[in-house]
């Protein structure tokens, strides 16, 4: 791939995240109130801080919220802390640094969502390939409205299901967490460690995978039923194909190509309901930190999410971006 | 060289149109299981409202706490006393409204912005589509709390203030199909002769390109409901929606909050859940069958 | 040419009918021809006649709603005849292409966007004959490109990047892979503009005169029937109303069809597509009673409207199905032609 593409692509990607991150920074200030304030001070009445400790807090808030410098002064500073990598202090478990419980809490979210996101894509756009395939069974093309009804059911809600009847009721899986408490003092490297967490990831997986399989199906069979009728593929019948190398090379191959782009555009909903479900199961993602995050009024925190988050979402859709020429011809490496 | 003809075989009798109409309809159930679905949910709440005062037993200290379903509470009561058949009606209708409002304000502006983009192009175009790029990078739960968390008290919050945080991204799908419309739209010969002809924009815009997309506008329409409905959702789980109010998720949320599953009470979590699930899918199989209904494409499949 | 040669193949009483939500229609109402090696017959009709179904059934590729009632369609291969349309699916499969082969208008989408040109002659040589090994797939491939007078590296190439003219000379380069006894191209040049046209109509003739094969050319241009055929089958209603040389048929057509045809080509040149007739062809839900074709015949008759008109062959193999000309065999034309003869270039 061309560098000077490669190169184009990434300073839109970061051109991208710069605006987002701008429209971030403005939000609160839209408002001729500001909560952050006032919350703040309400925080500062009710728990014992430090005046030390609340001084430090009361100088990082300044920076990221406080509305007693110039505007243009205060995105200064808030973009060039930024820059440095600096996302301030928890609130909540102070001293504890935002960057910190982020980077603790990413990996079981990144891991969470990569397995399932794949699985999703990978089962949906199966069963929508075979649901418009002419000759699928006719149980199968029946699937689809099914999982139309499921996938408009958000994994919140199918996850409450299944916490109740296959966790509490029939005690098959536990309710909640990533690893059992009592075994485990933290994470280790270790087989029985990872099966543990493996058994825990199983429902929210579940409810991720079950909600979002419709959706990779019905695209994929809509885009499937018009490329069974191109010509490419009756040609193909015309020549005597076998049907499988038909299926494969010529109806999916070609009828995938729009998943691919409709991937990359569905991360920010992902990331949505990843967030959703890990709190529900009080699995230790970004999704928990959130929920806490809000609970406490920890907005440092919940400014950090949103950049990290931010910053993934733009990285999986170029990431896509840059792959997608490979798997169609017709796209160059020539425009960003 | 010898060829046979026979006299045509007699054609089997023409179909009538009400069997055409259920043949069309068993080919595309979606439309109207949904629709029935809808006109159920719509019932309940409607005739529940006029039967049960839900303007006080749908509120705490309405009941004793936590009562299982039975002949007094048919569904239970929650943890603060509030009558769940009472919550029900009121929280179905309370959501559907929430949906509604935001649907609305998604669609209009949607369609102006998806309008203005694909007919105009150029730079504003381009504006439009950096916009919704930006936009698409931040997670739209991320967003929505943000939103609901740094602008809006969080103890002042009323269906109104949802259904204002809840549209803020419902505009974006109608606007990203409006735009691939307007476009497909605009090269099609009878808007080129429409211009010929000294029509304004305007006029083109209300009379040839608006009625062709009518369909797609109403499934766009039930799409933004069912994602404003969601988006709410997913913010009243967090905690930042409506504490006063009994919408479907608040209620959702109180139940989590105070570990309903653990403690044994099911129906304190199972009616709420089963309610959304009811909206969601009525919404999703109107959505689909309008869909199906309006693009030739997928019409195809069978 | 004579049919007297035993028929590669020999098309008896095909019926296609589609079973749609508005009743039954019946898109090939019983079509019988003859087809000798080497020939080319033209197949021209209006669009919605029949004669892409007639084609479809012919690869049995005809899917539901649609559904191949009766009829048969006997190849004569080095190995002996087989139907068609008796065989089971698999030996189908392997059927086309190597026995009968379809010709797509392929300037447009017949090829595999995602794959090169080179990788999908392979898929077909691969399904068909899978004992070759990469090597001589290759070169059989190569060296149907170049009997299509498309350079070597079209191999290598996507279709994308190839002109409307090359796409198609790729499909009947594809057509040719396996040496079919049959080939039906369904208006292979109609995308293509008139020089590109006529270069790849060249091509496709030349290749199947070397192979020897027959040729069904469908097409609306009945100048390009006058150039490149030998006999033509005008189709009306699913039904073939007139089967006649091309010489015969542009001098003196028998069918009032046939007829209206001619009459309505261009006339400084009789290159061109065939304007619309007076009236609109019938719906084949609501078939007219007797001929189907007398709503809109010049010259109807009181048994048109209630008899379905006899199957004549003349003495010089000619067939009509018309009133006009009797029901005994070998009757000379009663009605008189009310075309003037036209200049026919061959």
Known sequence: ?336 | MAIALDPQAPLIAQPSRWTLVLRYLRRNPSLPLGLVLLIFLVGFGVIGSLLIDTSTRAYPLAAPPVQPPSAEYPLGTDRDGRDLLAVMVRGVLLTGAVGLMAGTVGIVVGTTVGFVAGYFGGWVDAVIRWLTEVLMTIPPLVLQVIIASTIVDKNKVTIFTMAGVASVLAWMGTARMVRAQVLSLRERAFVNMARLSGMSNLEIIFRELMPNMLPYLAASFVGAVMGAIGASFGLEALGLGPVREPTIGMTIRWAVYHSAIFNQWWWWVLWPVLALILIFASLALINRGLDELANPRVRRTE | MTLQESPVLRVRDLRVTYYTDAGRVTAVNGVSFDLAAGERLGLVGESGCGKSTLALALMRMIKPPGRIESGSAVVRTEHGEMDLLALDEESMRKARLSVISYIPQGAMNALNPVLRVGQQMLDALQAHAPHLSRAEMRARAEAALASVELPKDVFDRYPHELSGGMKQRVCIAIGILLSPRVIIADEPTSALDVVVQRQVMETLQRVQEQLGAALILIGHDMGLMAQVTHRVAVMYAGQFVEVSPVQAMFTQPLHPYTQALIQSLPRLDNRGVFRSLPGVAPSLLRLPSGCVFHPRCAQVMEVCRREPPPAVHTADARFVLCHLYGDDENVAPRATLTTSPQEVRR
Do not use: C
């Open chain 1, 1 to 336: 791939m061309p560098l000077a593409y490669l190169l184009r692509r990434v300073a839109f990607m970061i051109f991208v995240v710069w605006s987002a991150i701008t429209l971030l920074f403005f939000l609160p200030r839209l408002s001729p109130i500001n909560p952050v304030r006032e919350r703040f001070a309400e925080l500062q009445r009710s728990t014992g801080w430090a005046p030390r400790d609340l001084e430090r807090l009361v100088k990082v808030y300044e920076v990221k919220f406080g509305l007693n410098k110039p505007l243009h002064e205060q995105y200064v500073d808030y973009m060039s802390s930024l820059l440095r990598g600096d996302l301030g202090y928890s609130i909540m478990r102070y001293p504890r640094t935002v960057g910190d419980l982020i980077a603790q809490a990413l990996p079981w979210t990144i891991g969470l969502l990569s397995v399932t996101t794949l699985l999703t894509f990978g089962i949906g756009t199966g069963i929508g390939a075979l649901a418009a395939w002419p000759r699928s069974p006719q149980w199968v093309k029946g699937l689809v409205t099914p999982l139309v009804v499921l996938a408009a059911i958000p994994p919140y809600l199918l996850g409450l299901l299944l916490i109740y009847f296959i966790a509490f009721r029939a005690k098959l899986l536990p309710m909640g967490g990533a690893y059992t408490l009592g075994r485990f003092t933290g994470p280790e490297l270790s087989f029985p460690f990872l099966l543990d967490v493996a058994r825990h990831a199983i429902l929210p997986a579940l409810s991720l995978i079950l909600s979002t399989v419709g959706f990779w199906a019905l695209g994929m069979r809509g885009m499937g039923v018009t490329v069974q009728g191109e010509d490419y593929v009756t040609f193909a019948e015309h020549k005597g194909l076998s049907l499988r190398r038909i299926f494969y090379a010529y109806y999916v191959r070609n009828a995938i190509l729009p998943q691919v782009t409709a991937l990359a555009l569905a991360f920010g909903s992902i990331v949505s309901s990843g967030i959703l479900v890990e709190y529900l199961y009080g699995f230790p993602g970004l999704g928990s930190l959130l929920n806490a995050a809000i609970l406490a009024n920890d907005f440092f925190v919940i400014y950090g999410i949103g950049l990290i988050t931010i910053l993934a979402v733009a990285v999986s859709m170029m990431v896509v971006d840059l792959l997608y020429p490979l798997l169609d011809p017709r796209i160059r490496y020539t425009r960003a």
